[in-house]
């Protein structure tokens, strides 16, 4: 005859080793849930990034991506005078930016096309094609004043915000060198927003409207960036081109509204100096020979 | 007895298919892993910069010394007037540049350019520009 197991041990020794087993189960369930939970955690950190306000250090990372790729298209106009004349003129403005915390940084583009860009960060571009259409230094104060009035109403960087695709490039950007296949892929997304399809024309409304803030507070007359635009609306009908005429409001419409700005403010300054000889003297290497 | 060796196998069993069938915990975490290479290259990347920086470069280079309205690059380049043919017309054809070197280097260099406060006020002083 087998001896048997006493019956109290056979009690309790299946409970025990019932509880045994849950309690190893109990481990790994802990150390899965862990695990997603730690995965929630870093996806919620992501979003909460996506959904926050750019960097100073992120807006620079991007203009510098987009910068290179203007110089890279039109490369930079090799004139050592005229582009610190620019630096002159566009500090002068820049300085009456509500955006203290940016350096901004001027340089003329070696195209005929009638354009002037900027790229988040303070970088603001002139082409030569720009400066000859200028008639004097007011204009091409108006016009560098619109560019940073682009900048420092972060109207580009708006859009990246409101982009969560673009907006986790400049994320991933962090841990790559310029040129990477994230900050490219951005900035060429971007420079298609900015450049094909356009800004919204409230932000073309107002960057006119800082710009001529600018322009007036920097000692200039107010009214040089609406007469760069009526000429570059007469420039554009004879042929000319110009991404501002492509994808901005309408020429009447813009300074209608700076013209209703100047009269609101009461700015009496048609005194003021043009600093037409200059611009000529400063900028003689881009206008077109009589 | 027998009933109760059965149940305790099967118990068991259960057990260590539990602890194999169960996920692990990965050994490291991935982010973890990868800081200290993306660490390095930030670092790789700031020297790089500093470097650009250092070397000035282009025009933006010693335009210090240059004053007045004219200068041999002036001349150089009055000339090198219309090339309009070709140029990128689009957002998308600049957007598909890909920056050279020397590109990159001169975005450095317009960073690393700015003209001393001093010579600022001189320049409006000479405008009559009053600003506010």
């Avoid at chain 1, 019932?18 to 862990?34: I, Y």
């Avoid at chain 1, 003129?89 to 002037?116: C, P, W």
């Avoid at chain 1, 400049?170 to 420079?191: C, D």
């Avoid at chain 1, 007469?234 to 492509?246: C, L, V, Y």
Wanted: charged fraction near 25%.
């Amino acid at each position: 005859m087998k001896p048997r197991m006493p019956l109290r041990a056979c009690r309790w020794g299946v409970p025990i080793l019932a509880v045994f087993a849950l309690l190893v189960s109990a481990r790994d369930a802990s150390a899965q849930f862990g695990n997603i939970l730690k995965k929630a955690t870093d996806k919620a950190e992501k979003v909460q990034k996506a959904m926050a306000p750019m960097t100073l250090q992120e807006e620079r990372e991007v203009g510098r991506e987009v910068s290179a790729k203007f110089i890279g298209a039109y490369h930079l106009y090799p004139d050592s005078a005229l582009t610190r004349y620019v630096n002159m003129v566009g500090s002068t403005v820049a300085a009456q930016s509500e955006r203290k915390e940016i350096s901004y940084h001027f340089a003329v583009l070696d195209s005929d096309m009638i354009n002037a860009f900027s790229a988040p960060g303070g970088y603001v571009f002139i082409t030569r094609g720009a400066l000859a259409l200028c008639e004097d230094e007011s204009e091409l104060a108006g016009v560098l004043a619109h560019e940073v009035g682009h900048i420092a109403g972060k109207h580009v960087i708006h859009i990246v915000e409101r982009d969560k695709a673009m907006r986790a490039g400049v994320e991933e950007a962090q841990t790559h060198t310029p040129g990477s296949a994230y900050l490219e892929n951005m900035s060429k997304k971007m420079l298609i927003k900015i450049l094909d399809q356009g800004l919204a024309p409230g932000d073309e409304f107002d960057a006119d409207q800082r710009g001529v803030r600018y322009a007036h507070a920097a000692g200039y007359p107010a009214d040089g960036l609406a007469r760069f635009l009526t000429k570059l609306d007469q420039a554009t009908e004879q042929g000319g081109k110009s991404f501002w005429t492509r994808t901005h409001p309408p020429v009447p419409d813009r300074n209608a509204r700076i013209g209703q700005t100047i009269s609101a403010q009461h700015w009496e300054d048609t005194d003021r100096p043009k600093l037409a000889e200059r611009f000529a003297a400063e900028t003689k290497a881009v206008k077109p020979k009589a | 007895m027998k009933s109760a060796l059965r149940i305790l196998a099967l118990v068991f069993s259960f057990v260590l298919l539990g602890g194999i069938a169960a996920p692990r915990p990965p050994a490291q975490d991935q982010s973890t892993q990868a800081q200290p290479a993306q660490d390095q290259s930030q670092q790789g990347q700031q020297a790089e910069k500093d470097k650009k920086k250092k070397k000035g470069g282009g025009f933006f280079g010693g335009l210090k010394a240059v004053s007045g309205s004219g200068s041999e690059q002036q001349e150089a380049t009055r000339t090198a007037g219309s090339k309009s043919a070709g140029e990128p017309e689009s957002g998308q054809s600049i957007g598909d540049v890909t920056p050279s070197a020397a590109d990159r280097q001169a975005v450095s260099a317009m960073e690393g350019y700015s003209i001393p406060a001093p010579e600022v006020k001189k320049f409006q002083d000479d405008g009559l520009l009053k600003s506010k």
